[in-house]
């Protein structure tokens, strides 16, 4: 089944520092994918997805993600962070069903 | 958010007792969902909905029964919760032309 790794469980990232969080896939064809993300105690927020096409996707906030078939990737990046940025992101694939399968989340630190 | 919402935001409730989580949408969507949230695990699939009163179970559907009458209602019971059922649960309704998911606010749910 199509499945996603997020390596990292937390990141650490001083404010207005570059951000890269790592999404590793695994499916034979062209996954669909996502980027959501969950500030604490709230629901989940898409911020990027890609399908087919250029594989450099903008997003909401500033962000972007990078599907790499060679390397089976989809990095979310952001160029300078900010402290509102601070939350659990999540990368997911669609599966059977159209249903998504998550990776575990990386819960992202802003510091000052 | 697609007009998606959930009832009871919070529930506490005793082992062994049934409990049925209510999510309702306002969009029309074909496909709805229900997941848990643990720390540690991401988001998983308990079951979804392709149409009313067609349904089909995900990774985590022991314990977790469904019901969709309408369109608009998806609803999850637990027919005799358990401890392991403490969760934050959330719904979502995707689109088929965007295979976006648009998730409600979430259920957290205290089983003791």
């Known amino acids: 089944a199509q499945s996603v790794t997020q390596p990292d469980i937390h990141i650490t990232v001083s404010e207005g520092a570059s951000l890269e969080l790592r999404c590793n896939y695994s499916y034979g064809a062209t996954p669909y994918l996502f980027w959501y993300v969950q500030s604490p105690g709230q629901g989940l927020q898409l911020l990027l997805k890609?399908?087919?096409?250029?594989?450099l996707v903008q997003g909401i906030k500033g962000f972007e993600a990078e599907f790499k078939r060679s390397q089976s990737s989809f990095n979310l990046r952001k160029p300078s962070v900010h402290w509102s940025d601070a939350a659990e992101y999540f990368c997911?694939?669609?599966?059977?069903?159209?249903?998504?399968?998550f990776g575990k989340g990386t819960s992202l630190l802003v510091t000052p | 958010d697609a007009g998606i919402t959930q009832s009871p935001r919070h529930k506490v409730t005793e082992t062994g007792t049934p409990v049925t989580l209510r999510c309702h949408q306002t969009e029309n969507h074909r496909y709805m969902y229900w997941y848990r949230q643990d720390p540690g695990h991401g988001l998983r699939l308990i079951h979804y909905s392709y149409g009313v009163k067609d349904t089909d179970k995900g990774e985590v559907s022991d314990g977790y029964s469904v019901s969709r009458s309408k369109t608009e209602d998806f609803l999850l019971t637990l027919e005799s919760a358990t401890s392991s059922q403490t969760s934050v649960y959330f719904c979502?309704?995707?689109?088929?032309?965007?295979?976006?998911?648009?998730f409600g606010p979430g259920t957290r749910l205290t089983v003791t």
């Open positions: 997911a694939v669609v599966t059977s069903g159209y249903a998504l399968n």
């Open positions: 979502a309704a995707g689109s088929l032309q965007t295979y976006e998911q648009y």
């Open positions: 890609y399908f087919s096409g250029d594989t």
